[in-house]
């Protein structure tokens, strides 16, 4: 009886509740399980937990996989037992989180040495091993669904690869994803089934979110491991505290990120830190040319960009970002999953907190080279537009922002997984990470299809 009343106490510590409203609030196992709420919007907490000045001073001791146990069991500590949660964390975080200094006190943190050599392996480890757990403890099971415009899906497939509870079906646009990407997924097999889909990224997240609200599918327990799932946002808090307690000099000395966006979830991952007592100066969002949502910002009315624009940082070609509408709620507003706004946002408190930037090719290109010849960095083109969204700051806030400010500008994905652009560039190639090497001469395995939504269903029926 006591135990049962201590447990129910806990449990309602932090509810989730959907961007569009319409939705009963969940357990945060329930948001991680179903992904997309009933109503179609995105589950979003209710509260955040509030580090103290002390923990937040105590972070800077811990490695890795003990600062994401800290953060994590805050945040979803009610809900899953401390030392399996602990397991979980060393398990996912069994590689470097490298910080690079540039110059002054101007940083890359690499978030690019896990299996798949994209950042996406921190949140997609994390997010496969908690839900492998919830599910192991029922004995249920569940088919993920995901699109990936290239680094998810190798990040979710070989997260959840072997996995006996999940099953995973990937989709990918045919012509926007590297072959080293595409060999990432399609050379794993086994619960693991890729599609090719002749169309854009936009295009399979929309099949996505279409066999999610499918009532006919409502019996398969779907999930999605795409960044509509909050089981993905809230590991990506962690880097945040980790660069910031590593490298700043006391609760006072507030970092700027320079965060390369897509679809905004590495962005969400830091706004939750934010709430979770990080001290932030300002969020840097940079954009390839799909500039939505620096126009957004800017403008105050929102214009998907569809088709989305073919950058050379294909990771971050989404014209119509899914945690958009998470953004708009963290600051007051509702947006529907179609971009309609109907309570606006508090754009100035929102400008306060990012600025927002958009970078061309060109740009990113010579970012690539400069950073090579006169810091002896090497990016690819997504971390080079995070480095060009920072240098931009400086110039656009010329006079009002100290040299010795914090800055920390986020690589997201190793220069060998675009080594073709990179090689362009600098005239020479990358050496492959560790875990790359050989991919190329494995044999893979993948499925076609046109854009259509009743191909896909009769394949995710057939592919439970
Ligand atoms: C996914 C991805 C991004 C964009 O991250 P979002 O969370 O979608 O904004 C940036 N860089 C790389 C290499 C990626 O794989």
Redesign the pocket.
């Known amino acids: 009886m006591f135990e049962q009343t201590n447990q129910e106490l806990k449990s309602s510590n932090i509810k989730y509740h959907s961007t569009n409203g319409k939705s009963p609030e969940v357990t945060f196992k329930e948001a991680l399980l179903k992904g997309l709420a009933p109503d179609g919007g995105l589950y979003m907490p209710d509260s955040y937990p509030h580090f103290t000045k002390d923990e937040l001073e105590s972070f800077s001791e811990k490695a890795y996989h003990e600062l994401a146990f800290t953060v994590l069991n805050k945040l979803i500590g009610n809900e899953i037992d401390e030392s399996d949660l602990r397991k979980l964390c060393l398990d996912a975080y069994n590689f470097e989180v490298p910080i690079e200094k540039v110059y002054d006190r101007k940083y890359i943190l690499r978030l690019?040495q896990g299996p798949t050599a994209?950042?996406?392996d921190f949140a997609a480890r994390m997010m496969s091993r908690l839900m492998q757990q919830f599910l192991s403890l029922n004995n249920q099971h569940i088919t993920i669904l995901t699109a990936t415009?290239?680094?998810?899906g190798s990040?979710v497939a070989s997260a959840f690869y072997g996995l006996k509870n999940i099953n995973v079906i990937i989709l990918f646009p045919a012509n926007e994803v590297t072959a080293m990407q595409r060999k990432q997924m399609t050379t794993l097999q086994g619960n693991i089934k890729v599609v090719a889909i002749d169309g854009k990224f936009d295009d399979c997240q929309m099949l996505v979110k279409m066999a999610f609200l499918d009532p006919s599918l409502s019996g398969l327990h779907l999930s999605s491991a795409n960044?509509i799932n909050i089981g993905r946002l809230l590991p990506?808090s962690v880097y945040y505290f980790y660069a910031w307690s590593k490298l700043s000099a006391g609760i006072k000395d507030r970092a700027i990120f320079s965060?390369?966006?897509?679809?905004?979830?590495?962005?969400?991952?830091g706004l939750i830190a934010g709430k979770m007592g990080l001290p932030y100066q300002q969020f840097i969002i940079a954009t390839n040319e799909n500039d939505e949502v620096p126009e957004f910002l800017r403008t105050e009315r929102y214009k998907s960009i569809i088709p989305s624009k073919n950058c050379i940082?294909s990771?971050?070609n989404?014209g119509n970002?899914s945690?958009l509408s998470r953004i708009v709620a963290m600051y007051g507003g509702t947006m529907d999953e179609k971009g309609n706004i109907s309570v606006s946002p508090d754009f100035e408190r929102i400008r306060e907190d990012l600025f927002a930037i958009s970078v061309s090719d060109d740009d990113t290109r010579v970012t690539i080279a400069e950073s090579f010849k006169k810091y002896n960095i090497l990016l690819?083109p997504?971390?080079a537009i995070a480095w060009y969204g920072m240098k931009e700051y400086y110039l656009v806030n010329k006079g009002n922002i100290s040299e010795k400010q914090l800055c920390i500008s986020i690589e997201?994905?190793h220069p060998a997984?675009?080594s073709e652009e990179v090689q362009l560039i600098l005239n020479q190639s990358p050496s492959l990470p560790l875990s790359l090497i050989g991919i190329e001469e494995k044999s893979e395995s993948f499925f076609s299809m046109e854009n259509s939504y009743n191909l896909l269903k009769e394949f995710v029926l057939n592919n439970q």
């Open positions: 690019d994209s950042f996406k415009s290239g680094d998810t990040a960044s990506q965060v390369p966006s897509g679809n905004f979830g590495n962005l969400m991952g940082s990771a971050m989404v970002p945690n690819e997504h971390g997201t994905a997984k675009f």
